[in-house]
């Protein structure tokens, strides 16, 4: 096994270069025609790997902020109380804006930030998630450009971590239960 604690493979390194520059070819399609810049929005702290990927693969004028929410703390199950711990720091009314997120899971995280921020009247708000867990979906949100599909397992690396652990991994594994 490639590294200690994972017991499978569920994104290759190699799968994960070729989704992201998919993903960067799609989000640069769509917002072709835009004549102001692209707020690309990534949620803290998971996305940020992802994130640094995909910003350049996005052959657009952009800007980048972060926000960062908590739900599940250290554990591995979401408490559906999304916190905002840190807000983005512009604006963006008027903006066209893209949320960068590592997984949608409950689909509780997205659903939040999704009704917290067209509050702020955006021209558009679009989400992109490198992982998608569907079968553990409990609120239903619209994904508009989605990675990789994975089972309901525990996934780690890639920027997902288990008690902050394993975000450095350059592919997406499932972590040994024993020692969830
Ligand atoms: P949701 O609100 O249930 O959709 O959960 C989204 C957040 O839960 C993600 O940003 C992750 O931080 C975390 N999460 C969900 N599933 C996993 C997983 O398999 N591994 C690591 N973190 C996860
Ligand atoms: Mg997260």
Redesign the pocket.
Known sequence: MPDKGIVKVLVTEEEVKQNVARLGREVTNHYSDNDSDLLVLG?LK?SFVFLADLVREIKLPLVVDFMSLS??GDG?V?SGD?KVVLDLDTSIENRDVLIV??????????SKVLKMLSNRKPRSLKVCTFLN?PE?RIVDVKIDFCGVDIPD????GYG???AQRYRNLPYVGVLDQSLL
């Open positions: 949620l998971g739900s599940y591995t979401s999304v997120e590592d997984i949608v899971d409950t689909g509780r995280t997205f867990k553990r397992e525990f996934a780690v997902l971590d288990y």
